[in-house]
């Protein structure tokens, strides 16, 4: 099975991308991710991108499209899950593209529903393993040892640059703007589930599962959306 989970900065993307990637025996790929990679590395990638993420825009089409690329030809688990990724109706069009060209097919497209008046919250007190990238929360999800990571023991965060109020009210600028016209892309291909961003971690990761194992479910119910 290959998916896309799609919201807005903060929606938890990342967090249970984590959770399916372990139910699911999937593979995670978030652009997000391995542009911070490449910015931590200092290659040419990550000179290009570093300064478009801190302002919270996007980075240029082809620069992650071949990343994805590039992924998908190392193979991996019983198929992806793709996180941050497609952003823009060109990147949507270019996965549909490297797909068909690899006899792959995009199965499911959740989408996932988030107050934005909740993100900046959420985002604010995030803040993830330094050694080991399991993710946190200042008042959701605390290491059960306090300052101990849980996954790998390690005793160092980390907190993104991007995460500032600022940069995240940009970031939410360009998601509604570039990101939320999937959503109708996706409607068209009958690929789309709405799930509720809302609830706690493990709510939505029920969520998501009863929307996987719903096999032909087409539609998802359009809910109303916090102007942008
Ligand atoms: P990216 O890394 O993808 O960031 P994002 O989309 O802004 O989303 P986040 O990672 O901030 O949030 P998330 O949805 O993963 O939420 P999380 O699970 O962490 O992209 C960063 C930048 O890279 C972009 O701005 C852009 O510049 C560039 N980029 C990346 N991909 C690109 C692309 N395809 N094209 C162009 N540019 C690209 O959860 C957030 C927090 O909330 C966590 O602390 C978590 O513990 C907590 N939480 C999660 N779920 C819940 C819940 N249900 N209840 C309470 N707390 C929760
Ligand atoms: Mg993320």
Known sequence: MNLVLLGP????KGT?????????SLVKLSTGDMLRA???AGTELGRKAGEIMERGALV???LVINLIAERIDQGGGKGYIFDGFPRTIAQAEALDTLFKQRGKTLDRVVVMEVD????????AGRFACAKCGEGYHDL???PKVEGVCDACGS???VRRKDDNEETVRARLKAYHAQTEPLIDYYRRQ????AVDGMADIAAVADEIERALAGGSVKEAKKRAKTPG
């Open 9 to 12: 900065p903060g929606a938890g």
């Open 16 to 24: 249970q991308a984590k959770l399916l990637e372990d139910s699911r």
């Open 38 to 40: 490449a910015v931590a």
């Open 60 to 62: 240029p089409d082809e």
């Open 116 to 123: 934005d008046e909740a993100l900046v919250e959420r985002i």
């Open 140 to 142: 959701y999800k605390l």
């Open 155 to 157: 005793t160092e965060f």
């Open 190 to 193: 009958g690929k789309v589930n």
